[in-house]
């Protein structure tokens, strides 16, 4: 039934699913950029394995894009695809969401309550963008000078937003971590600014960054180097600052500001346009899963990626509690690992032993349309270049670094993530 992960046309992707209950060697739930990664990984180990992801959704997007969507470097189309072209050959593409896991029978509960049997589950439905945490926003996203590139549709109205102002005051907002791409809030503000430079606007619109945490970015080494923009820009700084409503139509955010006693008080500020990252938390049906941890994600040993309390379910991507930055890149390092752990599970590898995640994670800060701050860090913020320093010193600004972002990294994705080719993948696996 199966044919290679790589190549051939993915004949069973489309099928509809009508049978009441079905049981699979693999169940992945998700067909994001982990869930297509695990399961490419997976088969290029074993052709032969009996994989069903599920996931309702037409399409599937390469995020990292929209920073560039939104810089007006990339088109939309450029980070779409349907999920019928990435749905690996050989994998049974259940088109459909999980509602609710049932670890103790080895299932999952779909949405229409049937159910699907696993011997090995892999949960990865990324996280939820909770836009209605924000009072307002849903309501004005898209205009009023509202935008995010968070979200597909609103990516290019960064841009056109961007294009439009020739003055006032533009605000780029952060909300409290955990996010995924952290520095995604920052990518947005620099290639703005950068634009509002060369266009000879900078000096006549104002510049903020209210973040909702204390520091620019978690790993300190690349901070002096995005000071440096910060200062050039002249952007103010505004810590512990998180977005709770917006009024589109008076053009005004309010936040509520903590100040360093822990008191908090309100804070109205007008824009003429704000760039909105919505706050994140793990999905509800994960949260309310006997998956989760104390705080709704998936609850898994950082090294192995397995969960704590049910030995053949593992998390990756987004939705996992490991504590590396929630990135693609993160998942190119986590997809190998995971295939190679779940086949150890099934007794399908000669080495029985359980690899490890070291808790890489990549962040392309674009801190001008050409360079870009290139963090790259295990857990612990401990800095971790894949390239040697007189090729790509991540602490600055590297033109190199910015020709990777827009020429390298799709097509390592696309083509080579998506694919099971693990480019760039390979870590020391400690045992
Ligand atoms: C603006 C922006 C910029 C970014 N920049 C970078 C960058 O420069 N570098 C980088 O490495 N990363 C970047 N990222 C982060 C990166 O895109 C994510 O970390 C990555 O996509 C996570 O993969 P995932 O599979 O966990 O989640 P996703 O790719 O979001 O996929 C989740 C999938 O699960 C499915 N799903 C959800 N609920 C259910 C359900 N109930 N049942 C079944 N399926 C479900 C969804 O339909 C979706 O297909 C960026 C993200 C954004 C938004």
């Known amino acids: 039934m199966n044919t290679s992960a790589t190549g051939g ?104 309550c049937r159910v699907v049997h696993y011997k090995q589950l892999i949960v990865c439905p990324g996280l939820k963008l909770d836009w209605d945490m924000i009072e307002g926003l849903s309501e004005t996203l898209g205009r009023n000078g509202v935008t995010s590139n968070y979200q597909f549709q609103s990516a290019p109205r960064t841009w056109e937003n961007v294009r439009a102002l020739r003055s006032g005051r533009a605000i780029f907002t952060q909300p409290p971590m955990p996010i995924k791409c952290a520095g995604a ?37 690349y901070v002096p180097a995005l000071m440096e923009y910060i200062e050039a820009y002249g952007i103010q700084l505004r810590f512990n600052h998180n977005l709770v409503a917006v009024d589109g139509g008076a053009r005004t955010a309010t936040f509520v500001r903590t100040g360093a006693d822990g008191a908090k008080d309100t804070v109205v500020k007008e824009f003429d346009m704000l760039h909105v990252v919505p706050p994140q938390t793990a999905p509800n ?67 029985k032993r359980l690899h490890h995640y070291n808790g890489y994670g990549s962040c392309p800060l674009t801190v001008e349309r050409g360079k870009i701050v290139l963090a790259e860090f295990l857990y612990g913020g401990k800095v971790a270049p894949t390239f040697p320093s007189w090729l790509i010193d991540g602490t600055r600004p590297s033109s190199l670094a910015w020709q990777l972002k827009q020429r390298v990294l799709p097509k390592l994705y696309w083509e080579g993530m998506l694919k099971g080719h693990e480019w760039l993948a390979r870590l020391e696996q400690e045992h």
């Open 285 to 351: 049906f994960v949260r309310s899963s006997p998956l989760a941890d104390a705080v709704g994600w998936v609850d898994v040993d950082p090294a192995t990626l397995r969960h704590k309390s049910f030995e053949n379910i593992f998390a990756l991507g987004d939705v996992a509690n490991t504590t590396n930055a929630k990135t693609a890149a993160a998942v190119r390092k986590q997809a190998p690992v995971v295939a190679h752990n779940v086949l150890a599970g099934l007794g399908k590898s000669a080495d």
């Open 185 to 221: 809030p920052q990518k947005a503000m620099y290639l703005a600014a950068d634009h509002w430079k060369k266009s000879g606007a900078l000096n006549h619109i104002d510049i903020e960054f209210c973040n909702a945490g204390g520091v620019l970015f978690g790993v300190a080494a």
């Open 9 to 112: 046309e993915p004949a069973l992707a489309a099928q509809p699913f009508r049978i009441a209950d079905a049981t699979y060697e693999i169940v992945i739930v998700g067909g994001g950029t982990a869930g297509i990664a695990a399961a490419t990984s997976l088969l290029a180990r074993r052709p032969d394995l009996d994989i069903a992801i599920i996931d309702a959704a037409d399409v599937h997007y390469y995020q990292p894009g929209w920073t560039m969507v939104g810089g007006g470097i990339f088109t939309p189309e450029e980070t779409v695809r349907t999920m019928a072209a990435v749905m690996p050959a050989g994998v049974r593409w259940l088109k459909s969401h999980v509602a609710a896991f049932e670890p103790e029978r080895h299932a999952v509960v779909l949405d229409d």
